[in-house]
């Protein structure tokens, strides 16, 4: 990871995006070869800051980058924090994050592809996929009222079609701020990764 700390400022506009209803969810269509969606159910922190990183690493993703080991561990062993990932001939492509809430709410936290895998159709298989188990989620724990609400927001830094993407799911915005922010540097995979 680069060890670049300079930040820009910047206007970011952040949109937050719902669905109230299972019947709200418009699944993508699978895409072809072998590309499987699998629940990492073992807590790994290492994994985790893998995913993390690899995935937003274009895209301005370091509020988890300064975790320590620890914290990424009782993080990923709160009940109701859920890891999916996508798989295509089995590598790695991407994650979905899920958090149950307070009052039947899951929050979608993370969902992306590592920048190889984006534009092939896995994305949208993989939001299907999260979104879903996420309407099935609060269910599933003790104590908890069923899932009535899956809410994510995504913001302006993000992938190009990450929006498009969500609205096609059938996810609908329901609020929309744009702040000045100081924005650092992207971090990428690490210095040299990319062609010059």
């Known amino acids: 990871m680069s ?53 937003g690493g274009d895209v301005t993703w370091t509020d988890r980058l300064g975790w320590s080991h620890a914290r990424w561990r009782e993080h990923l062993e709160r009940p109701g924090v859920e ?58 724990l003790p104590g908890r009222t069923p899932t009535t609400r899956v809410w994510l927001h995504t913001c302006s830094l993000d992938g190009e079609h990450a929006m498009d993407n969500y609205l096609r799911r059938g996810f609908r915005l329901f609020r929309t701020e744009t702040a000045e922010e100081h924005v650092p540097a992207a971090p990428g995979p690490w210095p040299g990764a990319f062609p010059a």
Not at 4 to 29: G, I, N
């Open 3 to 55: 060890s670049t700390s300079a930040t820009t400022v910047t206007m970011v506009t952040t949109w937050s995006l719902e669905q109230t209803s299972a019947v709200d969810l418009r699944p993508a269509a699978v895409p072809e070869g072998d590309v499987r969606v699998v629940r990492a159910e073992v807590p790994s922190p290492e994994f985790s800051r893998f995913l993390y990183a690899s995935v």
């Open 83 to 140: 890891t999916w990932v996508a798989y295509d001939r089995g590598t790695p492509a991407g994650y979905v994050e899920l958090e149950a809430q307070d009052e039947g709410v899951v929050e979608i936290v993370y969902f992306g592809l590592l920048p190889d895998f984006r534009g092939r159709r896995i994305g949208g298989h993989l939001l299907s996929q999260g979104a879903a188990r996420a309407w099935d989620l609060a269910d599933r």
